[in-house]
């Protein structure tokens, strides 16, 4: 069975500053999508950034960035330049690529990291 | 575009009783899942209905069911509620089948079940 790990419960970062979210999954399958979402206090989940497996260059979006290390089972989440809008629960997150066909393609979540935005 | 709408958002509920949840997803998609969030267990996932047909299903009892409708709209409901059955309810849509083309889960504000 697929697991994802977020080690990090909570973290802290000064506005303006860079933060690395850390996420660790296992899975013996070749083909999947790796996610961040973000989930705001009381406001909806939204997709931060999407990862392919096969896919060596690592995904960014602005100021979010991955480092994806498919043989280390790593994917990691980089804020440059953090807002005070960044705080909020981030869930890493995983996905079987069905291209070929199945039907197991939820998303399988982490526990989350709560990130704090100083000012 | 509306984005993913889910009723009610509070709902206060004792032992034994009942309960329907509605998600209807945004227009156009098709494959709607529901997740149970809780602080203990975190975010699991609960089941995906596309085309009115249940395609996946987690590890959840009987007790937890769902449906989809023609209109891709969809209700979960949960009969003998139990006290750990408290938790946020969460609804998500996307154009196809999760895990196709890394599809995109957008997901809803959640129904906060609390069960008394």
């Known amino acids: 069975a697929q697991t994802v790990t977020q080690s990090q419960p909570e973290m802290s970062v000064q506005e303006a500053e860079t933060v690395t979210l850390s996420c660790t999954y296992d899975?013996?399958?070749?083909?999947?999508?790796l996610f961040w979402y973000k989930q705001p206090p009381s406001r909806q989940m939204i997709l931060v950034i999407r990862?392919?497996?096969?896919?060596?260059q690592n995904a960014t979006e602005n100021r979010f960035s991955v480092n994806f290390q498919k043989a280390a089972k790593s994917f990691s989440l980089k804020i440059s330049d953090s807002q005070l809008g960044d705080a909020a629960m981030y869930f890493c997150?995983?996905?079987?690529?069905?291209?070929?066909?199945?039907?197991?393609?939820?998303?399988?979540f982490g526990k989350g990291t709560k990130l704090s935005v100083k000012p | 575009k509306a984005g993913v709408t889910q009723t009610p958002r509070y709902l206060i509920k004792t032992r034994g009783q009942q309960v329907t949840l509605s998600c209807s997803p945004i227009?156009?998609?098709?494959?709607v899942s529901w997740y149970q969030q809780t602080p203990g267990q975190g975010l699991q996932f609960l089941f995906e209905?596309?085309?009115?047909?249940?395609?996946n299903k987690g590890n959840f009892p009987g007790r937890f069911s769902g449906r989809q409708f023609s209109n891709s709209r969809s209700e979960m409901n949960v009969s003998t509620l139990e006290l750990g059955d408290s938790a946020l309810y969460l609804c998500?849509?996307?154009?196809?089948?999760?895990?196709?083309?890394?599809?995109?889960?957008?997901f809803g504000p959640g129904t906060r079940l609390t069960v008394l």
């Open positions: 998500a849509s996307s154009l196809d089948l999760m895990g196709r083309r890394g599809n995109e889960q957008f």
């Open positions: 899975t013996s399958e070749s083909d999947y999508y």
């Open positions: 990862q392919e497996a096969y896919k060596q």
């Open positions: 997150a995983y996905s079987l690529n069905l291209n070929y066909g199945g039907s197991q393609g939820n998303l399988i």
């Open positions: 227009s156009g998609h098709r494959s």
């Open positions: 209905y596309f085309s009115e047909t249940q395609r």
